[in-house]
């Protein structure tokens, strides 16, 4: 999984579980000072 804003890459991570096939949910933990808005994600290719 890689994170970016404004088209710039700002982290990644890596785990089995987030390739896993069946996954239909993704769930964010963020603190009480961020605002996220307009989130997509998609397979990349």
């Known amino acids: ?3 970016s804003v404004d088209g710039k890459e700002i982290g990644s991570f890596s785990s089995p579980g987030i ?3 069946s996954k239909q ?3 964010l933990l ?3 000072k961020v605002t996220l ?3 997509k994600y ?3 290719k």
Do not use: C, F
């Open 25 to 27: 949910v993704l769930r």
């Open 37 to 39: 808005d307009d989130v």
């Open 30 to 32: 963020v603190s009480n």
């Open 1 to 3: 999984m890689t994170a």
């Open 42 to 44: 998609y397979r990349k």
């Open 19 to 21: 390739a896993h096939e």
